[in-house]
């Protein structure tokens, strides 16, 4: 399995930025592109996500949505194929599926226009598809320092 070191927020942010590429080059995805982005609190979770959007060209400023749970982007360079909308999903507040189900989450699941960034996705995990990428953030004995690990 692929798995990444970063030293510090800038180079998980490049990271991220990197990764969007990869995944939003590949045209002629029939499917929602989905990451499930797993770890502890202060592993790296929403950094990584601030350095994908940032990447998209997203200028709004990017919080991470503890309080409102998702939140979303308007994707607008036609470089990315189909992929219209970004989701920025936060599930560290719920305590079933069903919270984010009736919220709308799982026709943004369905729709192949939406790319998804869940943040403790193993709380949904039931919902997601086989397709999502799932990612996994640790800390390690450096202060600085996180593994970021691709699962699938
Ligand atoms: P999470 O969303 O997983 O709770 P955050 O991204 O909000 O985590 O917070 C990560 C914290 O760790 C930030 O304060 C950030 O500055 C710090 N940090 C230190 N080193 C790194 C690194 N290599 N990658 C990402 N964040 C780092
Ligand atoms: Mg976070």
Known sequence: MPFYRTISPRQTQKLAAELAQKFLKKRGRKNTLTFALLGDLGSGKTTFVQGFLKE????????????????????????????????????????????????????????PQNVVLIEWAEKIRSALSKNTIWLKFEHSRKENQRTITVLT
């Open 56 to 111: 998209l060209r997203i200028r709004e400023k990017i919080t991470s949505p503890t309080f409102v749970l998702i939140k979303n982007y308007k994707l607008r360079s036609k470089n990315y194929g189909n992929y219209k909308k970004i989701y920025h999903v936060d599930c560290y507040q719920i305590k079933k599926p069903s919270e984010l189900l009736k919220l709308g989450l799982k026709e943004i699941l369905e729709k």
